[in-house]
């Protein structure tokens, strides 16, 4: 069994070398940089991807455990539940000796439409399974309703990370990459070559007219935009050939007065597709959808070209993590509660939630001053952020009541097929809760996760136990790194509530306009502000940082160190405050917890992909920026006499 290394905050990550002026980030974690190759399964590893390996650790232990213990009969149907579909994950001889035959009734499907009625016939059966060719759909707490789930349409159907792909010069050689690769799954499934590097233009084809029609990022992020309400009737009049009502019809959506489309012009260029593209065109992209989709849970043929591709060429990701790592994966992204529920039996102590908890209240407490201070809002708007800041909701650790996942067959000789019904089953779920009454007690995330998120229709803020460890929470530091790192986590997402989109919604998590002209009007030059700090970053050369696209993230890291730091002020004692640690002031102790949690490998594809895609700053500029803007930092790290100062313009909102 690998051996755990817990990442506990470090001095010996510093480079002590660096004038902490010049470059904070690598004073902070420089000596972590040098020392720390990339490891050949990773395009990107730093804190959260230690942590996550030694959950991986701890969920791997569960799990063959659970592998044992479901050979016998009247095992706990959740010890069964996931010891059967990890056996499944292993039994590579079984997963070899299936070669396709897992997907041989979905390629059926695909390669037999001759007609658009086919497609649309095809498409919902896809859908359901988890292969979603043309558009994304599932269902969500209503935007505008947020007490009701509404069904979404939203824009989709692309294999490669985004628009940019397809159409932008800078991915002119991945592109041929790309088809280069299509046509060598499509040969490896048995095509000859002439037909298959005939599929493959023709899911190019396809696929670049959809990305044409699909807005961008920083588009996306306009939630009131991408929010329109349309009946069934409007449905079948604005999209006449690709029938959207008889698609929620056949995948158990209930009737509903409406649903959201996220980008109606999206669905008109899918609609014009449907009715005007040739048959064969649907057919190599259907196909393809099938085989890109469930190519990670075949045969080692078929799972090595689909890594060669989409991790080794995309990402620089030079070898595949270990298989039992790729397993708990997916297990844990399918039936994540089962797993969940004997992680937080095992590794989730009732203090570390008490701790948290303490934490959470500090923090809230600065975050009510600092509204009922904020001089540059009208009284008016700040009734009602105080008022939606009363009703946040805070859950740490795991659901009261776990999912139940009793009705998915899981066979332990049928690795691809547990992920199709698995699949199914989230679907199905999604599908029929539609129009009824929001469930406040559910997660979005799975309890053994390494991260953390605000929901806007819930207004809530959920720690899952897998980030209540080190380095983010541990209940052997001082408080100054806990502040630094757990501390800033929990402000990131008060403030998640507040930042260009979550200010959009109310005390009941609807999306509704409760500010004032001249408060928005403020607001928005503050964040302009940000915008141009981050924009101003060069990340590769000639590429900077997309600072529209990474706005939220980056008004939620200032905001939580500002928090954070205030909270951390309130909990030291006068003496506490000068006292040092490792010749380490509290102050100082916190900014260099804050950076260390960012520290970062990286390859140079998967910068550029994450600046095209993520709305999250790259992590040497959320450990630098948010601490250097502070105005405590040059406190902490007064420079010499003649020496540079970190000093700068100062940005933020809260």
Same mark, same amino acid.
């Given at each position: 069994m690998?051996?755990?290394?817990?990442?506990?905050?470090?001095?010996?990550?510093?480079?002590?070398?660096?004038?902490p002026?010049?470059?904070?980030?690598?004073?902070?974690?420089?000596?972590?940089?040098?020392?720390?190759?990339?490891?050949?399964?990773k395009?990107?590893?730093?804190?959260?991807? *230690?942590?996550? @390996?030694?959950? =991986?650790?701890? +969920?791997? &232990?569960?799990?063959?455990?659970? /592998?044992?213990? %479901?050979?016998?009969r009247?095992?706990?149907?959740t010890?069964?539940?996931?010891?059967r579909?990890y056996?499944?994950?292993?039994?590579?001889?079984?997963?070899?000796?299936?070669s396709?035959?897992?997907?041989?009734?979905?390629?059926?499907?695909?390669?037999?439409?001759?007609?658009? *009625?086919?497609? @649309?016939?095809? =498409?919902?059966? +896809?859908? &359901?399974?988890?292969i979603?060719? /043309?558009?994304? %759909?599932?269902?969500?707490?209503?935007?505008?309703?947020?007490?009701?789930?509404?069904?979404?349409?939203?824009?989709?159907?692309?294999?490669?990370?985004?628009?940019?792909?397809?159409?932008?010069?800078?991915?002119?050689?991945?592109?041929?990459?790309?088809?280069?690769?299509?046509?060598?799954?499509?040969?490896?499934?048995?095509?000859?070559?002439?037909?298959?590097?005939?599929?493959? /233009?023709?899911?190019?084809?396809?696929?670049?007219?959809?990305?044409?029609?699909?807005?961008?990022?920083?588009?996306?992020?306009?939630?009131?935009?991408?929010?329109?309400?349309?009946?069934?009737?409007?449905?079948?009049?604005?999209?006449?050939s690709?029938?959207?009502s008889?698609?929620?019809?056949?995948?158990?959506?209930?009737?509903?007065?409406?649903?959201?489309?996220?980008?109606?012009?999206?669905?008109?260029?899918?609609?014009?597709?449907?009715?005007?593209?040739?048959?064969?065109?649907?057919?190599?992209?259907?196909?393809?959808?099938?085989?890109?989709?469930?190519?990670?849970?075949?045969?080692?043929t078929?799972?090595?070209?689909?890594?060669?591709?989409?991790?080794?060429?995309?990402?620089?990701?030079?070898?595949?993590?270990?298989?039992?790592?790729?397993s708990?994966?997916?297990?844990?992204?399918?039936?994540?509660?089962?797993?969940?529920?004997?992680?937080?039996?095992?590794?989730?102590?009732?203090?570390?939630?008490?701790?948290?908890?303490?934490?959470?209240?500090?923090?809230?407490?600065?975050?009510?001053?600092?509204?009922?201070g904020?001089?540059?809002m009208?009284?008016?708007?700040?009734?009602?952020?105080?008022?939606?800041?009363?009703?946040?909701?805070?859950?740490?650790?795991?659901?009261r009541?776990?999912?139940?996942?009793?009705?998915?067959?899981?066979?332990?000789?049928?690795?691809?097929?547990?992920i199709?019904?698995?699949?199914?089953?989230?679907?199905?779920?999604?599908?029929?809760?539609?129009?009824?009454?929001?469930?406040?007690?559910?997660?979005?995330?799975?309890?053994?996760?390494?991260?953390?998120?605000?929901?806007?229709?819930?207004?809530?803020?959920?720690?899952?136990?897998?980030?209540?460890?080190?380095?983010?929470?541990?209940?052997?530091?001082?408080?100054?790194?806990?502040?630094?790192?757990?501390?800033?986590?929990?402000?990131?997402?008060?403030?998640?509530?507040?930042?260009?989109?979550?200010?959009?919604?109310?005390?009941?998590?609807?999306?509704?306009?409760?500010?004032?002209?001249?408060?928005k009007?403020?607001?928005?030059?503050?964040a302009?502000?940000?915008?141009?700090?981050y924009?101003?970053?060069?990340?590769?050369p000639?590429?900077?940082?997309?600072?529209?696209?990474?706005?939220g993230?980056?008004?939620?890291?200032?905001?939580?160190?500002?928090?954070?730091?205030?909270?951390?002020?309130?909990?030291?004692?006068?003496?506490?405050?000068?006292?040092?640690?490792?010749?380490?002031?509290?102050?100082?102790?916190?900014?260099?917890?804050?950076?260390?949690?960012?520290?970062?490998?990286?390859?140079?594809?998967?910068?550029?992909?994450?600046?095209?895609?993520?709305?999250?700053?790259?992590?040497?500029?959320?450990?630098?920026?948010?601490?250097?803007?502070?105005?405590?930092?040059?406190?902490?790290?007064?420079?010499?006499?003649?020496?540079?100062?970190?000093?700068r313009?100062?940005?933020?909102?809260?």
């Amino acid at each position: 069994m690998t051996a755990r290394r817990v990442p506990r905050f470090s001095t010996a990550y510093m480079d002590r070398s660096v004038d902490p002026r010049a470059d904070f980030y690598r004073y902070a974690a420089g000596g972590w940089l040098k020392a720390t190759p990339l490891p050949k399964d990773k395009s990107r590893y730093g804190a959260f991807n *230690e942590l996550d @390996e030694n959950n =991986l650790i701890l +969920l791997r &232990s569960i799990a063959e455990r659970c /592998a044992t213990e %479901s050979e016998g009969r009247g095992s706990d149907p959740t010890v069964s539940l996931v010891g059967r579909f990890y056996r499944s994950a292993m039994d590579t001889q079984k997963i070899e000796a299936a070669s396709f035959s897992p997907i041989e009734d979905l390629w059926s499907l695909a390669a037999g439409v001759s007609s658009p *009625e086919d497609v @649309e016939a095809a =498409l919902p059966q +896809l859908h &359901s399974q988890g292969i979603e060719p /043309a558009f994304h %759909s599932f269902s969500k707490a209503d935007d505008k309703k947020s007490s009701t789930y509404a069904f979404m349409f939203e824009q989709g159907g692309l294999s490669l990370p985004d628009r940019d792909y397809y159409i932008s010069k800078d991915f002119a050689k991945l592109r041929g990459q790309y088809r280069a690769h299509i046509s060598k799954m499509f040969t490896l499934r048995g095509l000859d070559r002439g037909k298959a590097r005939r599929w493959a /233009a023709a899911v190019l084809r396809v696929e670049t007219l959809l990305a044409k029609a699909s807005r961008s990022r920083t588009e996306l992020r306009e939630r009131e935009k991408n929010y329109n309400r349309m009946s069934a009737p409007e449905l079948r009049s604005a999209y006449p050939s690709l029938s959207l009502s008889k698609f929620m019809e056949e995948v158990g959506v209930p009737p509903l007065p409406y649903v959201v489309v996220g980008q109606p012009e999206f669905f008109k260029a899918v609609d014009a597709l449907l009715s005007k593209a040739d048959m064969a065109d649907w057919r190599a992209y259907l196909c393809w959808n099938v085989l890109h989709s469930m190519a990670p849970f075949l045969h080692s043929t078929v799972e090595e070209e689909n890594f060669d591709f989409f991790r080794r060429k995309l990402t620089g990701q030079k070898e595949p993590e270990q298989r039992w790592k790729r397993s708990i994966r997916v297990i844990d992204s399918l039936v994540g509660e089962a797993l969940g529920k004997l992680f937080v039996e095992e590794h989730f102590p009732e203090e570390a939630r008490r701790r948290a908890d303490a934490l959470v209240g500090d923090i809230r407490k600065v975050f009510t001053k600092r509204l009922e201070g904020l001089p540059w809002m009208s009284e008016a708007t700040k009734r009602h952020a105080l008022a939606k800041f009363s009703n946040f909701r805070v859950k740490i650790g795991h659901p009261r009541a776990f999912r139940d996942y009793s009705s998915v067959e899981i066979d332990p000789g049928d690795f691809a097929g547990n992920i199709r019904r698995a699949a199914a089953f989230e679907f199905s779920r999604l599908a029929a809760r539609a129009g009824g009454e929001v469930d406040k007690d559910e997660w979005q995330m799975s309890p053994s996760t390494v991260n953390a998120y605000f929901d806007e229709t819930m207004n809530e803020i959920v720690f899952p136990a897998g980030i209540l460890q080190p380095p983010f929470f541990d209940y052997k530091a001082d408080d100054a790194v806990n502040y630094g790192a757990i501390g800033v986590v929990i402000g990131h997402e008060i403030t998640h509530g507040y930042d260009d989109q979550g200010r959009k919604y109310d005390d009941q998590g609807n999306m509704r306009d409760w500010w004032t002209p001249e408060d928005k009007k403020e607001f928005d030059e503050r964040a302009k502000a940000v915008v141009k700090a981050y924009s101003a970053m060069e990340v590769l050369p000639r590429l900077h940082a997309n600072g529209k696209l990474t706005l939220g993230e980056n008004i939620a890291d200032l905001g939580g160190v500002s928090l954070a730091f205030e909270a951390l002020q309130g909990r030291l004692s006068a003496a506490d405050a000068t006292a040092k640690k490792d010749g380490l002031t509290p102050d100082q102790r916190f900014f260099l917890s804050y950076a260390q949690i960012w520290r970062e490998k990286i390859t140079d594809q998967e910068i550029r992909r994450r600046t095209t895609i993520d709305p999250h700053s790259l992590g040497r500029l959320r450990g630098l920026i948010p601490a250097v803007n502070h105005p405590a930092f040059d406190r902490a790290f007064p420079p010499a006499k003649g020496g540079p100062s970190a000093r700068r313009a100062r940005v933020g909102v809260w």
